[in-house]
């Protein structure tokens, strides 16, 4: 069993609010991540997928294929957009990194079988880094 790790990047903004709290709890728990106009990251993800490399090409997960599908449905919708305004799922949720690292794995595993329509490869997890200290980790496997 093989396992492929691509990297990619997207640059977007952020508020972290929570609509079930006050604005003096938002301030208290999000700080200056709270701030009305926002702030943006550039935000580095892992896409990590597994499977048994093929008799034919070698390989177990081709990686045009996961290139395309990434940025099909998580750059083009993601990059330079405002996540917490312009992204539907960020609209009552918080755009934490770890809600962002969730709602890409939904949408890759939502499309997963359009672009590799076999039993292989597999969706193994995601990771984004917001920051270079804060780094979010979540596997396909726990997301429904």
């Known amino acids: 069993m093989f396992r492929l790790t691509r990297r990619y ?17 938002n301030r208290r728990l999000y700080g200056k991540c709270n701030n009305p106009f926002g702030h943006g990251h550039n935000y580095v993800v892992e896409v990590s997928a597994r499977g048994p490399a093929d008799d034919v ?37 918080p755009a934490t990194s770890e809600n962002v690292a969730v709602e890409i794995c ?4 939502t499309h997963w079988g359009e672009a590799f329509p076999g039993a292989w490869p597999k969706l193994e997890k995601i990771r984004i880094a917001e920051t270079d200290r804060n780094i979010f980790e979540v596997n396909a496997d726990e997301i429904s």
Do not use: C
Not at 75 to 81: C, T
């Open 106 to 109: 939904r949408r890759l595993k």
């Open 9 to 25: 990047r997207f640059s977007a903004s952020h508020r972290l609010h929570a609509l079930s709290l006050s604005a003096e709890e």
């Open 57 to 93: 090409t070698g390989t177990a997960v081709n990686p045009a294929v996961l290139d395309a599908l990434v940025n099909r449905q998580v750059i083009a919708a993601f990059d330079h957009r405002d996540l917490s305004s312009e992204i539907e799922r960020f609209q009552d949720l």
